[in-house]
């Protein structure tokens, strides 16, 4: 391209001469330097130069320390060697050391100029890929940022989603108002206690928050009766883990919840509905969310009794282990501090709790 500036390296001021004259016939800025030493103190002083034509045998500086000291400080500048034929194996070893290409002595004109613009696209390639990296880096980056964003948009559209199932259900069944939030809460904390990991955590706490959403399926003269079911209605009520289950698995953030919500009332043994799961056939959120149910359940004030203290609610569970519950995770319960259930009870009741998973987290995570 003209204009491009061309250092040319060489003793002899004839050959010097000639080069610049033809490389100045095409429109290129050629400067000339009588040394390798001289070279190096124009490049150092600032001056910027696209190429560097150099002559391979000079005294004081050869072609080759001068080739190694501007490969190492300007390693954009492609650098072509000029050298008699009986050089040749001295000039491949400078290609093999970084020069771009050589010139045998004596050369034509075009030669010359061919060389030049090979090394000089090679150079414009190179700047250009360099930059595309710079600029990809720089989308990557910058999409990277709204990818996160988009995320953090999306994870509180889950909040609110599971907020506004969570009411829609309060308003079937006032009873699992506060209920849900705390045995979400009581859920996170025990899957913490066993190190359960962080993702997982989520769709536990997801299951947990909506166990009894299928009850908005359920009639209301069986959901809300005061008195004891009949045997017909206590098999429509059971079915509300199924319906549960329909209602959330067709949702894809909510698919991995909903066989927390399906599998909320079975037993470690087997004597549970609505499958007869055991043991480890039982997803791990839905047997974690046993123990904190039931905790809830003891701890809490029912129309047929006040709430019980934490001591009673443990021993119920220590008893049932191996029956109800899942043996291991009450050993993991029972190591827990009574304290945490209390702190988790008073958040929660106050008001100022609300629910969203990583905010649930985190709260269960400081108690």
Sequence with gaps: MAGERILVVDD???????????????????RQSPSGVEAL????SGEEFDLMLSDLMMAELDGIALLERTKEKYPDMPV??????????VALAAIRNGAYDYLLKPFEREQLLNTVRRAMENRRLKLENRAYQSNL???VTARTDQLRQTMSDLERSYDITLEALGDA?????AETEGHSKRVTAFTIAIARAMGVANDDIRIIARGAFLHDIGKMAIPDSILRKPGALTPDETAIMREHAYRGYQMLRKIPFLAEASEIVYSHQEKFDGGGYPRGLRGEEIPLGSRIFAIADTLDAITSDRPYRAAQPFSAAKAEI???????????????????????WQDLRKQINSQVYQFSETHAAARVARV
């Design 12 to 30: 002899e001021e004839s050959i010097r001469e000639i080069v610049c004259s033809m490389l100045a016939a095409s429109g290129y800025q050629a």
């Design 41 to 44: 103190h124009l490049l150092e």
């Design 80 to 89: 072509i060697m000029v050298t008699a034929v009986h050089d040749i194996s």
């Design 137 to 139: 880096e720089s989308l």
């Design 169 to 173: 259900l309060d308003l079937k069944d």
């Design 318 to 340: 220590v008893k049932f282990a191996g029956s109800q519950f899942d043996p291991k995770i009450v050993n993991v319960f029972c190591t827990m501090p009574e304290n945490i």
